[in-house]
């Protein structure tokens, strides 16, 4: 079965601290990955996806086939980033995305 | 320049009564989809459409239907709307191709509430 998993449902850090948000998935074929951030009061919107392999924001995601994770980091968080984010996995041929249970980062000052 | 437009911000609907969210996209884009958005539980895929007229079911399509008559336009309906149908509904678009293939454009969310 496809599915993504995000562990954790908030992940609390001061600014300047490195960040981690994890992201696991189970899915038999090639798979295709991406993280989406909503921000307060705005739209879902697309972060990052590991076919592009750019940093955005200052934040980097690496696929490891072996682990099945699409963990995505970010060396020292900013305020700014504080918002919800999801994992999500493109299953099979069709547009279809599977998203994870969402991960909130709380960036304190 | 909002792209993805879903026309009801908020509702708030009885028990039983049927309930129609709209969502229009101006780019052109062939697929389009509705999830659900609760917390804890993320967003779940209600249905998509990969063409005109054209749809599958997700994850959780009980209670819903949807209708596609023109490329722009994905409306979801709940026949009989329910308390557990409370919730944010995002529909979003994308196109299979070129550098943004399968890249998500959201709407705003539409907030229902059943009583």
């Known amino acids: 079965a496809q599915r993504v998993t995000q562990p954790e449902k908030l992940l609390s850090v001061f600014k300047g601290a490195p960040v981690e948000l994890k992201c696991n998935y189970s899915?038999?074929?090639?798979?295709?990955l991406f993280w989406y951030v909503q921000y307060s009061r705005q739209r879902l919107q697309l972060l990052l996806r590991?076919?592009s392999r750019e940093s955005i924001k200052g934040f980097t995601a690496d696929l490891n086939k072996g682990e099945t994770s699409f963990h995505l980091k970010k060396p020292f968080a900013q305020e700014e980033d504080s918002a919800m984010y999801y994992c999500?996995?493109?299953?099979?041929?069709?547009?279809?995305?599977?998203f994870g249970q969402g991960t909130t980062l709380q960036v304190k000052p | 320049d909002v792209k993805v437009t879903q026309s009801s911000r908020y509702l708030v609907k009885r028990t039983g009564e049927k309930v129609f969210l709209e969502c229009v996209q101006d780019m052109d884009h062939e697929n389009m989809f509705w999830y659900r958005q609760d917390p804890g539980l993320g967003l779940r895929l209600i249905y998509f459409s990969y063409d005109v007229k054209m749809k599958e079911k997700g994850d959780i399509p009980e209670g819903y239907s949807v209708s596609r008559e023109k490329k722009e336009r994905f409306s979801l309906i709940l026949e009989s709307a329910s308390t557990n149908q409370t919730s944010m509904y995002l529909c979003?678009?994308?196109?299979?191709?070129?550098?943004?293939?399968?890249?998500?454009?959201f709407g705003a969310g539409s907030r229902l509430t059943v009583l």
């Open positions: 999500a996995l493109r299953a099979g041929n069709t547009g279809k995305l599977i």
């Open positions: 590991h076919i």
């Open positions: 979003a678009s994308s196109t299979p191709l070129g550098l943004g293939a399968n890249v998500l454009t």
């Open positions: 899915y038999s074929g090639s798979p295709e």
